[in-house]
């Protein structure tokens, strides 16, 4: 493949996350979302399996969960095994904010796969798949 031609992927990434943006209309940043994402879907983690997530230090994940512990979005939840160990936990309002974003995103991306045919859309989340694998 050329690098001409996966200039082209790269461009449509960059639009779709444009567009995602543009429907967006809160004040938060890609590891916040991130963060939020994970407690959603995955439940409490401790601070060391979130850091490792998203790919940032153990102090950026403390300071981002400290963030988003003072916006009400996520809380401290101490583990009932061991007392000692602090996991992290979306709360309500984090999980209604993920639900907003989760509709936001929807509707941008729907401007970009809409184009495509149930076929078409099918055989690109494979190849999209595979290139993750």
């Known amino acids: 493949m050329e690098n001409r031609d996966m200039m082209i992927f790269i461009e449509l990434i960059r639009q779709v996350n444009k567009s995602v943006r543009k429907e967006w ?3 938060l940043s890609g590891p916040q979302l991130s ?3 994970i407690l959603r879907y995955k439940g409490p983690q401790k601070m060391s399996e979130l850091a490792e997530e998203i790919g ?3 102090s950026g ?3 981002l969960a ?3 512990i003072k916006g009400g979005y996520v809380a401290r939840d101490r583990s009932e095994k061991d007392r000692r160990v602090v996991n ?3 709360t309500d309002k984090g999980e209604a904010l993920c639900e907003k974003f ?3 995103r929807d509707v941008a991306v729907e ?3 809409g184009k495509l045919d149930a076929e078409e859309t099918a055989e690109l989340l494979r190849m999209c798949k595979k290139m993750l694998e």
Request: aromatic share 12%.
């Open 56 to 58: 940032i230090s153990h």
């Open 35 to 37: 963060l939020l994402r």
């Open 66 to 68: 400290d963030r988003m």
């Open 61 to 63: 994940a403390t300071a």
């Open 111 to 113: 401007r970009f796969f």
């Open 102 to 104: 989760s509709k936001s």
């Open 25 to 27: 209309h809160f004040n």
């Open 88 to 90: 992290l936990a979306i």
